[in-house]
């Protein structure tokens, strides 16, 4: 996957959909390498919900993977635990639901679904609504999670993990 007009920042303005302090490859690179949290935007393609913004946290073992529906907006969040020096495992999947088709972010959305899996194969299943009250909780154990784990990126080789389909 190619990354398109990649940029760095110390955090991410989602909403415009630039880097707030934006840095350097070369000062995100040393972020990385301290242990420091930078972000990483690109696009992989022409259309909204082709852009990729990464959170990426070594200090905290954590990369998180933001991914955007056709109005802009924060749909899917993937988050991968750092596991070992070469290798990370999706332990988090966050899904949104938006009504409209104007600008809101995951706070305001209509509804979620976050979806948990641990390395011994339970996942669990949370359904929020829009009032923060948990709808529905589901719990599978001795799932398969082969699939979940993914090798730590080289810097600046984000395409693997910013794949949607998995």
């Known amino acids: 996957m190619v990354c398109l007009d ?16 934006e ?6 690179r040393e972020r990385g390498e301290h242990g420091l949290l930078y972000c990483a935007g690109f696009e992989v393609g022409a259309a909204l919900n082709s852009r ?11 990369l998180g993977v933001w991914f955007f529906d056709e109005a802009g907006r924060q749909s899917t969040r993937y988050a991968f635990d750092k596991v070992s020096p070469t ?4 332990s988090e999947v966050m899904v949104y639901s938006y009504a409209g088709s104007e600008y809101a972010e995951p706070p305001e959305s209509e509804s979620s679904v976050s979806i948990y899996y641990s390395q ?10 829009k009032a923060g009250a948990y709808n529905d909780i589901v719990e599978f154990d001795n799932i ?21 389909n998995r």
């Open 87 to 90: 290798e990370m495992f999706l």
């Open 144 to 164: 398969s999670v082969e699939s979940n784990y993914e090798p730590l990126p080289v810097f600046g080789d984000w395409g693997s993990v910013a794949r949607y």
């Open 120 to 129: 011994d194969g339970r996942l669990t299943e949370v359904t929020s609504s």
């Open 52 to 62: 990729r913004v990464l959170e990426i946290n070594w200090g905290q073992d954590y």
């Open 23 to 28: 840095l350097s490859e070369s000062e995100a």
């Open 6 to 21: 990649l940029r760095y920042g110390w955090l991410w303005d989602f909403q415009s959909n630039i880097p707030i302090d």
